[in-house]
């Protein structure tokens, strides 16, 4: 996890790109595990010879919400939490597009840039990132989102 900064120097900084996480693998082996656990067994995702046989990929490919679930992962590596934050919160997506798809064997990273900041009524902190997770040796990303976190702050917990 990243020092806390902030909110002042994270403020400065709505434009710019945050940071990056480190590269993940996205094996045959998590994708059978996540093909197991959302029930989702398509065969493009967990049969590679039929997946080189009938589609243009030469092995599976990982679903778009394994992708997607990575996201968390990417974070905590990539974005710094708020000085005095107890905890942060999934808010949910704008917007998700899955551009290219993820071959077993494949790394992926995050890469985070800061597009907004506000203040809740109740007192949560907002944030929103724009989200590229990519894909190494290629130039076209896994997928790109708009995401939006809530940091509780330790004084609201206490409230």
């Known amino acids: ?12 900084r709505i434009g710019e790109e945050i940071g990056l996480s480190r590269w993940h693998m996205i094996d045959q082996t998590r994708i059978d595990a996540f093909a197991d656990i959302t029930e989702d067994r398509n065969f493009i995702h967990i049969d590679p010879a039929r997946t080189k046989a009938e589609t243009p990929y030469p092995t599976t490919i990982a679903h778009g919400f394994l992708s997607l679930s990575m996201l968390s992962a990417f974070a905590y590596e990539a974005t710094p939490p708020l000085k005095g934050q107890a905890a942060a919160l999934n808010y949910g997506f704008d917007e998700i597009r899955f551009l290219s ?16 900041i506000s203040t809740r009524p109740s007192g949560h902190i907002q944030l929103t990132w724009n989200v590229e997770v990519e894909i190494e040796g290629q130039e076209r990303p896994a997928l790109v989102a708009k995401w939006i976190s809530l940091a509780l702050m330790e004084e609201e917990r206490s409230a």
Not at 101 to 114: E, I, Y
């Open 101 to 116: 798809p993820v071959q077993a064997g494949s790394r992926l990273r995050g890469k985070f840039s800061l597009l907004d």
């Open 1 to 12: 996890m990243l020092e806390p900064v902030s909110l002042d120097r994270l403020q400065v």
